[in-house]
């Protein structure tokens, strides 16, 4: 008798993900990092445990993905990832057209947990909430007699069938864009690289507590007040010739604030915030006057939905739909070099991270990177920790500087660490 083959199960990738294989490279892997730094060292048969747990709840992550006629798309597999030490540089490929492999990588390094995934599985609410997920399996695990009888349930209690939502489809409305203004070409920052496509991170810990409260000061959000220091630190860097190009941020925005979804894959939108240095005050209190009014004008369900219909419309267009994969590879590539002439760098503000109090005493703080071929920020807040991470291909780390500089001279107290490419006390002594 034939054995019978098992229904291999697959699905589209949702609408935010289709960019992403046809704009990888070695330069921009589009792969993102979270870490858990604990108070004690990392337990690797432990953690292989609590991952394979971990898989349970998340089968979405054992998917590779492939190469359609028309479309990209995740296929599931019996694969079982490994734990391993950290043996490469953050943020490296992780998808290989040519060979197949889990599109996540969880490794660890002394006290720290690292979960990095290509984008075109998730974004960060899907990947902290795996990661959430994994420590709480974890410390279980290692802490068992303090920990009998503690069920490691976080507020992430969705279906497997609301995890592996495609949101985008779910809210599409049809609403279209009003006619817009094409934007200036935003100003780019040049400059030297590091070799072999490595990135420097550079990693900024403070308390909290101390940012929310300047950020009062300021009447606004810490969203608001490090994107206008963000600002003001690239503008730091422009001659008076580059100065007519403004300078302009991408913020990456969950839309499971606005519509309703426990989708552990991407639902995120975008909104870019333009200043343009030559016409508009170089103040910090007038450039977060014009941030916040920005925010306040974009961050709305109506305006939000319009922005998410215009990516969904292309998707569902029947030509769109009938070109053949390497022509949508080619157009999606020219499209993304297209849309990097209008962005000089990148803010994304994940949040206050939260774990269940039982076992929240054994966690310090979690960060969050990514890869880019410009300059950006990532930030995530646990307890009285926040940390803002730097990532960049350039060599030079004068806006780093500036951007921190700011801080201290605010009184926020700034413990600074970096990757190896930058590893040494002089550099970061410069930094503050």
Same mark, same amino acid.
């Given at each position: 008798?034939?054995?019978?083959?098992?229904?291999?199960?697959?699905?589209?990738?949702?609408?935010?993900?289709?960019?992403?294989?046809?704009? @990888?490279?070695? *330069?921009?892997?589009?792969?993102? *990092?979270?870490?858990?730094?604990?108070?004690?060292?990392?337990?690797?048969?432990?953690?292989?445990?609590?991952?394979?747990?971990?898989? +349970?709840?998340?089968?979405?992550?054992?998917?590779?993905?492939?190469?359609?006629?028309?479309?990209?798309?995740?296929?599931?597999? +019996?694969?079982?990832?490994?734990?391993?030490?950290?043996?490469?540089?953050?943020?490296s490929t992780i998808y290989d057209r040519n060979s197949k492999?889990?599109?996540? &990588?969880?490794?660890?390094?002394?006290? !720290?947990?690292?979960?990095?995934?290509?984008?075109?599985?998730? &974004? =960060?609410? =899907?990947?902290?909430?795996?990661?959430?997920?994994?420590?709480?399996?974890? $410390?279980?695990?290692?802490?068992?007699? %303090?920990?009998?009888?503690?069920?490691?349930?976080?507020?992430?209690?969705?279906?497997?069938?609301?995890?592996?939502?495609?949101?985008?489809?779910?809210?599409? /409305?049809?609403?279209?864009?009003?006619?817009?203004?094409? !934007?200036?070409?935003?100003?780019?920052?040049?400059?030297?690289? $590091?070799?072999?496509? !490595?990135?420097?991170?550079?990693?900024?810990?403070?308390?909290?507590?101390?940012?929310?409260?300047?950020?009062?000061?300021?009447?606004?959000?810490?969203?608001?007040?490090?994107?206008?220091?963000?600002? $003001?630190?690239?503008?730091?860097?422009? /001659?008076?010739? +580059?100065?007519?190009?403004?300078? @302009?941020?991408?913020?990456?925005?969950?839309?499971?604030?606005?519509?309703?979804? +426990?989708?552990?894959?991407?639902?995120?939108?975008?909104?870019?915030?333009?200043?343009?240095?030559?016409?508009?005050?170089?103040?910090?209190?007038?450039?977060?006057?014009?941030?916040?009014?920005?925010?306040?004008?974009?961050?709305?369900?109506?305006?939000?939905?319009?922005?998410?219909?215009?990516?969904?419309?292309?998707?569902?267009?029947?030509?769109?739909?009938?070109?053949?994969?390497?022509?949508?590879?080619?157009?999606?590539?020219?499209?993304?070099?297209?849309?990097?002439?209008?962005?000089?760098?990148? $803010?994304?503000?994940?949040?206050?991270?939260?774990?269940?109090?039982?076992?929240?005493?054994?966690?310090?703080?979690? &960060?969050?990177?990514?890869?880019?071929? *410009?300059?950006?920020?990532?930030?995530? /807040?646990?307890?009285?920790?926040?940390?803002?991470?730097?990532?960049?291909?350039?060599?030079?780390? &004068?806006?780093?500087?500036?951007?921190?500089?700011?801080?201290?001279?605010? =009184?926020?107290?700034?413990?600074?660490?970096?990757?190896?490419?930058?590893?040494?006390? %002089?550099?970061?002594?410069?930094?503050?």
């Open positions: 008798m034939k054995r019978q083959k098992r229904a291999v199960k697959w699905k589209r990738l949702d609408n935010a993900a289709k960019i992403f294989p046809s704009n @990888s490279s070695k *330069r921009d892997t589009k792969v993102f *990092r979270f870490a858990c730094e604990l108070y004690e060292p990392v337990q690797q048969a432990a953690l292989q445990t609590a991952l394979d747990e971990t898989l +349970e709840l998340f089968p979405l992550y054992r998917s590779i993905l492939k190469r359609g006629l028309f479309w990209y798309y995740l296929e599931e597999t +019996e694969f079982s990832p490994l734990v391993r030490i950290e043996d490469r540089p953050p943020c492999s889990l599109l996540f &990588d969880v490794t660890y390094y002394q006290n !720290r947990i690292n979960l990095e995934v290509y984008h075109a599985l998730t &974004d =960060g609410t =899907g990947a902290l909430a795996f990661l959430r997920t994994l420590v709480c399996h974890y $410390l279980i695990q290692v802490h068992s007699n %303090e920990l009998k009888g503690f069920a490691p349930l976080i507020d992430y209690d969705a279906t497997l069938t609301q995890k592996e939502d495609d949101s985008f489809q779910k809210y599409y /409305s049809g609403k279209k864009l009003p006619f817009q203004l094409k !934007r200036k070409r935003a100003f780019k920052l040049r400059g030297m690289k $590091l070799p072999e496509y !490595r990135i420097h991170i550079i990693e900024g810990v403070m308390p909290a507590k101390q940012v929310i409260e300047k950020a009062k000061e300021y009447h606004t959000t810490v969203t608001v007040l490090f994107t206008s220091l963000f600002l $003001l630190a690239i503008h730091s860097q422009q /001659s008076i010739r +580059e100065q007519k190009r403004p300078v @302009s941020i991408n913020v990456p925005v969950n839309l499971r604030k606005f519509f309703p979804s +426990e989708s552990a894959r991407n639902f995120f939108g975008l909104i870019t915030v333009v200043y343009d240095f030559s016409a508009q005050s170089d103040k910090l209190e007038d450039v977060v006057s014009y941030v916040s009014h920005y925010f306040k004008e974009e961050l709305t369900k109506e305006k939000m939905e319009l922005r998410m219909n215009a990516y969904t419309a292309i998707e569902r267009n029947i030509l769109a739909r009938v070109v053949p994969l390497p022509l949508k590879d080619l157009v999606l590539h020219i499209v993304g070099n297209f849309n990097n002439r209008e962005v000089t760098g990148a $803010l994304s503000n994940v949040g206050i991270v939260t774990l269940p109090a039982e076992i929240s005493e054994y966690v310090r703080l979690f &960060d969050v990177f990514t890869a880019t071929n *410009r300059l950006q920020i990532c930030m995530c /807040s646990y307890q009285n920790h926040m940390t803002v991470s730097f990532t960049s291909p350039f060599i030079s780390c &004068d806006i780093e500087k500036h951007f921190f500089r700011s801080l201290t001279a605010m =009184g926020i107290s700034v413990e600074l660490s970096a990757n190896r490419v930058l590893e040494n006390k %002089e550099k970061l002594n410069e930094i503050l």
